[in-house]
């Protein structure tokens, strides 16, 4: 019979995060690839930047093979704690005030351009109204 795997809490795990401690975390299993860092085929740095978070989006999204998953078995350690795992926080944009076209800069430029010229005409005609006489 098989005994319990060892729990880790999430903190002790971020704490394995260089090349000659590397720690993942994938599908709340906890792996130590240390080993495999030099053998990885898309290098150290892409395990690297796995560390210290949950890497089983990152893990999925390169689509491993069979063979990727079955050598994973010989990098087992145990489990993580999923109540010490961060929780991941949905982005919120920040609040902006609405916006109105009406009160941009562009906008009085573009009026000015119009009114400016109005103001031009209608003065040259009120000039030469009060000077024809």
């Given at each position: 019979m098989a005994s319990d795997p060892k729990v880790f809490v999430f903190d002790e795990i971020a704490k394995?995060?260089?090349?000659?401690?590397?720690?993942l975390i994938i599908n709340g299993k906890?792996?130590?690839?240390t080993a495999f860092m030099e053998d990885h085929?898309?290098?150290?740095?892409?395990l690297?930047?796995?560390?210290g978070k949950d890497a089983t989006t990152d893990f999925?999204?390169?689509?491993?093979?069979?063979?990727?998953r079955e050598t994973m078995a010989k990098y087992y350690i145990g489990e993580v704690d999923a109540?010490?795992?961060?929780q991941k926080r949905s982005y919120t944009p920040p609040q902006q005030a609405h916006y109105n076209p009406d009160k941009t800069p562009e906008f009085v430029i573009k009026i000015l351009q119009f009114v400016v010229p109005l103001l031009i005409l209608g003065l040259a005609f009120a000039v030469r109204h009060y000077t024809k006489e």
């Open positions: 394995h995060k260089t090349s000659k401690d590397c720690w906890v792996y130590d690839v085929p898309g290098g150290d740095e892409v690297l930047a796995a560390t999925e999204d390169v689509g491993h093979s069979d063979g990727a109540n010490t795992v961060p």
